[in-house]
């Protein structure tokens, strides 16, 4: 089976840093990416990681650690478009087939 | 506008009835993907399509549902005898596996509202 979870929602301020966790247990694994969707809007790619480590994209970065099945999501300098929800994706050991989506977080800024 | 895009993007329907929803991926992506987001939960995979081969097909999706891809390019989601239980946003997503790390690029999706 497969399963993916992560926060359901968290809150933070204007320019606060935060991080968004997500753990999962899959059938395989090749890869895992981090997506925003915004408020009945598509989902859009964020990042990608398949080694273990950090990533860094401008205001973002995402961490995996494969032998923990473990991932988190970094958001610095945070500004209020960056409410959103933020969903976790596993993608199978087969490249190409389904992604396993997490629920999703649901993120608030605040001024 | 060369992303996903979709059709139509609102559809109201009455239970029983049959509803297609299409979906035009990005030009060079051979592969395409149909998923099914309630408000409030993530995407759920329904089907897969690698070129014109339906590849994958979630054991969630009953055999009300059906969907093709003809010649590689557009494919169409057809939805028989709709349920109120159907209600909800189907995405089509596509991807390219020789460029980027694969990621999905979504359209905008079809939020369908079964009464």
């Known amino acids: 089976g497969q399963n993916i979870d992560q926060p359901t929602e968290m809150t933070a301020t204007e320019g606060a840093i935060v991080q968004i966790n997500c753990t999962y247990q899959t059938s395989g694994f090749n890869g895992l990416f981090w997506y925003q969707q915004h408020a009945g809007e598509a989902p859009t790619f964020l990042s990608y990681n398949v080694l273990d480590g950090l990533e860094e994209k401008g205001r973002f970065s995402s961490f995996l650690s494969r032998s923990k099945g473990y991932s988190y999501l970094l958001l610095k300098e945070l500004q209020m478009k960056d409410s959103a929800s933020y969903l976790c994706a596993v993608r199978g050991a087969n490249y190409g087939q389904n992604f396993v989506f997490g629920p999703g977080t649901r993120l608030s800024v605040l001024p | 506008d060369t992303g996903v895009s979709q059709d139509p993007r609102h559809k109201i329907t009455k239970r029983g009835q049959n509803v297609t929803f299409r979906c035009d991926p990005i030009?060079?992506?051979?592969?395409l993907y149909w998923y099914r987001q309630t408000l409030g939960q993530g995407p759920e995979f329904l089907t897969y399509?690698?070129?014109?081969?339906?590849?994958?097909k979630s054991r969630l999706l009953s055999d009300r549902f059906s969907a093709e891809r003809p010649k590689g390019s557009f494919s169409t989601l057809e939805i028989q005898r709709t349920e109120q239980g159907d209600s909800a946003m189907y995405l089509c997503?596509?991807?390219?596996?020789?460029?980027?790390?694969?990621?999905?690029?979504f359209g905008p999706g079809t939020r369908l509202t079964v009464t």
């Open positions: 997503a596509s991807s390219d596996p020789t460029g980027g790390e694969g990621e999905q690029y």
């Open positions: 030009s060079e992506h051979n592969r």
């Open positions: 399509f690698q070129n014109e081969a339906q590849l994958e």
